[in-house]
């Protein structure tokens, strides 16, 4: 079964600087991997997505993750953090074949809470 | 375009009450999923409906649980008898399609639901 990491369950930047939220797959097949995020009282958003094509995706609102088949991780990266990014972070895993390529499993999340 | 809709956003409830949540996905989305997360935790599929077809429910407490989509639209999950711990966000999902090239699930704001 396919499993997620994410390293960090708090991560505490100041505004401005470099966001980083780790995440590492368990699969000897490289899955599809996502990365949504939470807003207080919302529902998840898409962030974005890897599913085999270039590896490093580039996302909404400055994200980007690379995918690292070596490493089995796909960490979430912001040059600049926002105010507004302060939110709870999931990464996520679908397999890529058979019956159950539209089964996600969530990581337990990442909090990024940014400093003024 | 309308996200995913559910209601109610909130709601508490004593133990051993029924109660129930509804969901109305995005239009044209033929796939539906209801998650439960807990808090801290990352979402956890209970159920995933192809139209009227209730194709994935292994994950659903079936003695307590229960769930349709009778006209392939919208969706109810209920819950009876309520327990403490079934206190927790219920999310709803959608996407056009099932699995595939990495599908985006779009997720409803959720119901919060505490069981006191």
């Known amino acids: 079964a396919q499993s997620v990491t994410q390293l960090g369950s708090h991560v505490s930047v100041s505004e401005g600087a470099l966001v980083l939220l780790r995440c590492n797959y368990s699969?000897?097949?490289?899955?599809?991997l996502f990365w949504y995020v939470q807003y207080p009282n919302q529902g998840l958003q898409l962030l974005l997505k890897y599913t085999s094509a270039a590896t490093l995706v580039k996302g909404i609102n400055g994200f980007e993750a690379e995918f690292k088949k070596s490493e089995t991780s796909f960490h979430l990266t912001k040059p600049s953090a926002h105010m507004s990014d302060a939110a709870e972070y999931f990464c996520a895993v679908s397999d890529r074949s058979g019956g159950s390529n539209y089964k996600l499993t969530f990581g337990k999340g990442t909090l990024l809470t940014v400093n003024p | 375009e309308a996200g995913v809709v559910q209601s109610p956003r909130y709601k508490i409830i004593e133990k051993k009450q029924p109660v129930a949540f509804w969901c109305n996905p995005i239009s044209g989305h033929n796939t539906l999923y209801w998650y439960l997360q807990n808090l801290g935790q990352g979402p956890e599929l209970l159920i995933r409906y192809e139209n009227e077809e209730a194709v994935d429910d292994s994950q659903l407490p079936k003695d307590r649980f229960s769930a349709e989509r009778l006209k392939g639209v919208d969706s109810t999950l209920k819950i009876q008898p309520a327990e403490l711990g079934d206190s927790a966000v219920y999310l709803c999902?959608?996407?056009?399609?099932?699995?595939?090239?990495?599908?985006?699930?779009?997720f409803g704001p959720g119901t919060r639901l505490t069981v006191l």
């Open positions: 999902a959608s996407s056009l399609i099932s699995g595939g090239y990495g599908n985006e699930q779009f």
């Open positions: 699969s000897s097949v490289p899955p599809y």
